[in-house]
């Protein structure tokens, strides 16, 4: 049975088009999952469902009634709940009060026993494991996740909407997630999950539909379609799923890491004793889930991290000399000749300043560098020139936020 019909959906940002007449069914009882490269539309069309954003045009029916969503509350009142890939909740909260905040009349008659037994009733019935009374702030990544489930399905959600749900998630905590989507699926929802991982698509969607720059360019049922066809609807074109790795010519060591500790500003540790060295000619992974210490890892290397000790040495490729990183700021790296380039995981927050184009981006790592004391903008706008056209940046023009 159809549950949510979305026809000719579009929206645009500015000269950006991000959903382009968009048609699309989600059905009860099924797991749909919805794929695309970063950037083809995917989260912006759900968000238009869970009333974070309204369609500029096209229409919305909901079990066959035409609807307008003009917020999360419209969306919650037609049962479709939004788990989003950044968690809303708030830290010094239960878990229990996390999932009835913002109920209309929950604090009036607040009986969190009631709550309680509630919550357990949902987690019974789909094989949740939640604590209601356990404070947000002492839980894993995994068991908020959990929380923001649970919290659609208290307010009587039966579409569920999952932004990259796994994430942040250990191969372990996905295989239990996957096992609790299939449960509610049995159970008549009708689940979309947002991704762009293929395995997880062959692993526990019914059907697929791909989106690619905004438009909607495939639809399949997961049984009659494979990992290389997928890939070549993601991307338009045939693409080799078999990577060549030929073995690094001539490595040297370039950065040497020993036994790097680093601690947060609550003094939990971090890293412990870290150690390991990368090699010139070499791309060298480190693996783990969210909050392992990756992020404190390349900020301390970066020099944007305190440390409480170790040591972190740089090679120079053309004298062989040992330069000491721990303990410079990024100006003090630069100075001493080490182009260290760090991007963030959090491109937004740390890496870029969104109210500013492209070409100001770019200024902000050479405003320095020019010898008078107005700057310089025409090399960073064909620096900004260079790597819209090589690295086909989707971006109306230069002067775009």
Do not use: W
Request: net charge negative; with cysteine; hydrophobic share 40%.
């Amino acid at each position: 049975k159809v549950a949510v019909c979305m026809r000719d959906i579009t929206k645009t940002f500015g000269p950006v088009v991000a959903n382009d007449r968009i048609a699309l069914d989600i059905n009860r009882g099924e797991i749909l999952a919805l794929l695309g490269e970063n950037g083809s539309g995917k989260t912006t069309l759900m968000n238009m469902l869970s009333g974070i954003y309204y369609p500029d045009a096209g229409q919305i029916f909901v079990d066959g009634c035409e609807v307008s969503i003009r917020s999360p509350k419209d969306a919650y009142d037609l049962g479709i709940g939004m788990i989003h890939q950044h968690f809303k909740l708030v830290d010094v909260f239960t878990a229990a009060e996390n999932i009835i905040l913002g109920i209309k009349d929950a604090g009036r008659s607040l009986d969190l026993k009631t709550v309680g037994e509630k919550i357990r009733a949902i987690c019974d019935m789909y094989g949740f494991e939640v604590d209601p009374n356990q404070k947000v702030y002492d839980m894993s990544v995994s068991q908020k996740q959990t929380v923001e489930i649970v919290k659609v399905l208290y307010r009587g959600a039966d579409i569920l909407i999952l932004d990259e749900p796994t994430a942040v998630l250990t191969p372990q905590e996905t295989e239990k997630l996957f096992a609790i989507l299939r449960n509610m699926r049995d159970d008549g929802k009708a689940i979309v999950i947002i991704t762009h991982k293929l395995h997880e698509v062959e692993e526990i969607s019914d059907r697929v539909v791909v989106l690619r720059r905004g438009q909607c360019v495939g639809e399949k049922m997961t049984k009659d379609t494979n990992a290389a066809e997928m890939t070549n609807m993601m991307v338009g074109r045939q693409v080799s799923l078999n990577i060549d790795r030929p073995e690094p010519v001539d490595p040297k060591p370039r950065l040497i890491v020993e036994g790097l500790t680093v601690k947060d500003a609550d003094g939990v540790v971090k890293l412990s004793d870290v150690s390991f060295t990368a090699f010139s000619g070499e791309i060298l992974g480190i693996a783990g889930i969210s909050g392992c210490g990756q992020k404190e890892l390349l900020e301390a290397i970066a020099g944007l991290q305190d440390f409480e000790s170790g040591s972190i040495r740089y090679i120079d490729p053309d004298t062989g000399k040992e330069i000491e990183l721990i303990g410079k700021d990024p100006r003090e790296i630069f100075d001493m000749g080490v182009t260290l380039a760090f991007v963030p995981e959090d491109r937004l927050g740390m890496g870029l300043v969104g109210s500013m184009d492209l070409t100001d981006n770019m200024m902000l790592r050479s405003f320095r560098s020019g010898k008078s004391i107005f700057t310089d903008r025409k090399k960073p706008r064909q620096l900004a020139e260079r790597v819209v056209r090589e690295l086909a940046v989707d971006t109306p023009g230069l002067s775009t936020p």
